[in-house]
Nanobody, 126 residues
């Protein structure tokens, strides 16, 4: 089993920044290499891909709506994944989820991710 716990959400004004963290507990998969992703879901909207990163951190992938503003990173020694969010806009308001994919390909397809966190709320005021 793998457990993911997000933190760092909150209320911020437009133009501000937040850094989300995802703590990964993966004892069962301690020898596995997994892709990590961030997704978000706003009220009344479908889940949206935000970003993903491969095991080594050498490859990152961003959704068009966050490209140039958000940065994903990971620290495998600490079992942590981060999402630095800058220049936040009201339309970034959503619950943000981190997810783990045991496959090697870095994908924006939510169904490819086997494990999910509970989510953290991000609210951007105008």
């Amino acid at each position: 089993q793998m457990q993911l716990v997000e933190s760092g959400g909150g209320l911020v004004q437009a133009g501000g920044s937040l850094r989300l963290s995802c703590a990964v507990s993966a004892r069962t998969y301690s020898d596995s290499r997994y892709t990590m992703g961030w997704f978000r879901q706003a009220p009344g909207k479908e889940r949206e891909f935000v970003s993903a990163i491969n095991w080594s951190g050498s490859f990152t992938y961003y959704g068009d709506s966050v490209k140039g503003r958000f940065t994903i990173s990971r620290d495998n020694a600490k079992n942590m994944v981060y999402l630095q969010m800058n220049s936040l806009k009201p339309e970034d308001t959503a619950v943000y989820y981190c997810a783990a994919d045991l496959g090697l390909a870095v994908t924006n397809t939510g169904s490819e991710y086997e494990f999910w966190g509970q989510g953290t709320q991000v609210t951007v005021s105008s």
